[in-house]
């Protein structure tokens, strides 16, 4: 259909974050105050999540996952953006596993639930998101090695998780009850991503005042 189509054609907004992590290696670049450092702390990065929003450190326990929210992000871009960049990391890391991240995608559009789930599953495949494999993750497969990757991955028990959350407007107070599912996961984010969804919003945006990113970030805890 009309989103698997758009899925496939702007499949490259998903290097948009990845390279937005990967380019804080590059001394050539320079990043406001602050900024560089705060990513370096991510497990993106291969970070510890820098104590995490709940103030015991977010990946101090194995069963806590440091969480992130993508914003207007159907059908997981930001999720595939964050999964090489983590990927990335671990393979050049001594770290024996992958950390555990959980991206939770939030939209306008609900219909994108589907989608969410498939590129999931299909950027589980493509990296070997297995925790069985965690401790081998620094062999790579051949080039001419054929692979069979499994036709779902256990997304409770694989290190990078995705899963679709529900409907979000960002025109709206964040207590509106179109954004019960972001309000919802405001106090355990550590990372809120947005791309596009801005953009395109912006008149809608001015209009409110901006009242969802003023609530969000009045409400979000500090260090997110």
Avoid at 64 to 71: N, Q
Avoid at 77 to 101: H, N
Avoid at 168 to 178: A, E, G, H, L
Wanted: hydrophobic letters at 30%; one cysteine or more; proline letters at 5%.
């Amino acid at each position: 259909g009309a989103r698997s189509g758009y899925a496939m054609e702007f499949f490259c907004r998903a290097r948009n974050l990845a390279d937005l992590y990967v380019d804080v290696l590059n001394g050539g670049y320079e990043f406001p105050e602050g900024w560089k450092e705060a990513l370096l702390e991510t497990p993106m990065l291969g970070g510890d999540g820098g104590g995490g929003s709940t103030g015991e450190g977010a990946m101090g326990k194995e069963e806590e996952p440091y969480s992130m929210v993508s914003l207007g992000g159907g059908p997981g871009f930001d999720y595939v953006g964050a999964a090489l960049a983590t990927s990335f990391s671990s393979y050049t890391s001594t770290t024996p596993t992958t950390p555990t991240i959980k991206a939770t995608i939030l939209d306008y559009e609900e219909g994108w639930g589907d989608l969410v789930t498939a590129m999931a599953n299909s950027t589980s495949q493509i990296l070997h998101n297995n925790n069985n494999n965690n401790n081998n993750h620094h062999r790579h497969p051949h080039r001419n090695q054929q692979t069979t990757p499994t036709a779902r991955h256990d997304e409770n028990n694989a290190p990078l998780q995705c899963t679709w959350g529900g409907k979000c407007d960002i025109t709206k107070s964040i207590r509106d009850p179109s954004n019960a599912a972001c309000l919802a996961l405001v106090d355990t984010t550590q990372l809120w991503t947005c791309q596009y969804c801005v953009a395109e919003n912006a008149n809608s945006l001015r209009e409110s005042e901006f009242v969802f990113w003023r609530e969000l970030f009045e409400r979000a805890p500090g260090g997110c």
